[in-house]
């Protein structure tokens, strides 16, 4: 039993024709989750607006994939907390693993952002996970324990914070961790919020993510950490998100 969240991570993907349509199709189609759960979409900053003009005043909220951590100025290219939040976002995904392998994201710039966020009102969904080198060489939790400390370093309180596990091998690759192995990196995960904030680390929000389907979530949500899903591929079609969406639903019985 407890609150879930399903989040679309929609990448670099969708114009404004389709993201309006994707959206449509995601509020039309979705079961009664107030009080149950949370379902979030991340467009690209280009359509947020668009995204938000459908969603509005629907159980639905909006994501950022990325935020920058200064405030304003001569940060050409870059995109600030405030902005996100004037766009109608109530989220922002951080420390993505693409932004990390891609475009070279520390643990300390995702720090840097966490701050920014929480100072001005948006949530951070921060995301960690190892490589699959890190997986085979078995040092899984001393990565994912890492970068959880320092995402959160100098946070004095959870109630804002959702985690994303992503094990980096198993994102866009089909290959999904298996629910057990997930459900201890997420039990892991808890234990070193538990260490670093005590009793509120029961509350937040860990969500999985790594090629999750309609067809494999419904075990990975069983499982009594995992409270939810960040979805990149199957959230670009409406029926697989829905799918994940009536999954989760499953987490309230
Ligand atoms: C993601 O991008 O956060 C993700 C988990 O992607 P996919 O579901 O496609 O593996």
Redesign the pocket.
């Known amino acids: 039993m407890g609150m879930w969240m399903v989040a679309g ?1 929609w ?1 670099m993907n969708n114009l404004t024709g389709e993201a309006v349509a994707l959206a449509k199709d995601v509020v039309s189609g979705l079961p009664p989750i107030a009080g149950r759960g949370e379902v979030v979409l991340a467009p690209p900053f280009t359509v947020l607006k668009s995204v938000f003009d459908v969603i509005a005043g629907t159980p639905v909220a909006l994501a950022s994939q990325n935020v920058f951590f200064e405030d304003k100025g001569a940060f050409t290219g870059e995109i600030s907390s405030a902005m996100l939040r004037d766009a109608g976002c109530t989220y922002a995904i951080i420390g ?1 693993s ?1 932004r990390r392998k891609y475009f070279h994201e520390t643990d300390e710039n995702v720090n840097l952002k966490v701050k920014k966020c929480l100072a001005t009102g948006l949530k951070p969904i921060v ?1 960690v996970g190892e490589t699959d080198e890190e997986r085979e060489a078995g040092i899984t939790e001393f990565v994912v324990g890492i970068q959880v400390k320092k995402a959160l370093a100098g946070i004095p309180a959870l109630d804002k914070i959702v985690i ?1 596990y ?1 094990p980096v091998w ?4 089909g290959k999904n961790a298996a629910p057990i192995e997930a459900e201890e990196v997420h039990h892991f995960i808890r234990n070193v919020l538990g260490e670093t904030h005590g009793d509120a680390s029961r509350n937040v929000k860990i969500l999985y ?4 389907t309609a067809d494999n979530f419904g075990e990975l949500i069983a499982m009594e950490n995992i409270n939810g899903a ?6 670009l079609k409406s029926e697989n998100f829905l799918g994940i969406i009536s999954r989760a639903m499953e987490k309230n019985k």
Do not use: P, Q
């Open positions: 991570n990448k993505h693409e995301c994303a992503e198993a994102i866009g690759t993510g790594g090629s999750v960040l979805v990149g591929g199957a959230s």
